[in-house]
């Protein structure tokens, strides 16, 4: 399969999840992420402060 970002990306196999409102929280996203896939935050369902805290916990459970 290729698309513009699975080029840009050099992506071969793309995986993602999707955002799924609040069923996508930090610890899904950052295994889909350490899995190799493209973990999604569905952002939004949260207010400014619970959505910064989300983004800070998918941080902490992921690298770079």
């Known amino acids: ?3 513009a970002l ?3 990306f050099g992506i071969e196999h793309p995986v993602m ?5 609040r069923v996508a929280q930090a610890p899904l996203v950052a295994a889909v992420s350490a899995a190799g896939g493209m ?3 569905g952002g ?3 207010l400014a402060d619970a959505l910064r805290d989300e983004i800070g916990a998918i941080r902490a459970l ?3």
Do not use: D, N, Q
């Not at 999840?17 to 409102?21: I, P």
């Open 1 to 3: 399969m290729k698309t």
């Open 17 to 21: 999840s999707a955002g799924m409102a």
């Open 44 to 46: 939004v369902s949260y």
């Open 39 to 41: 973990g999604c935050l």
């Open 62 to 64: 992921t690298t770079a």
């Open 6 to 8: 699975t080029e840009r």
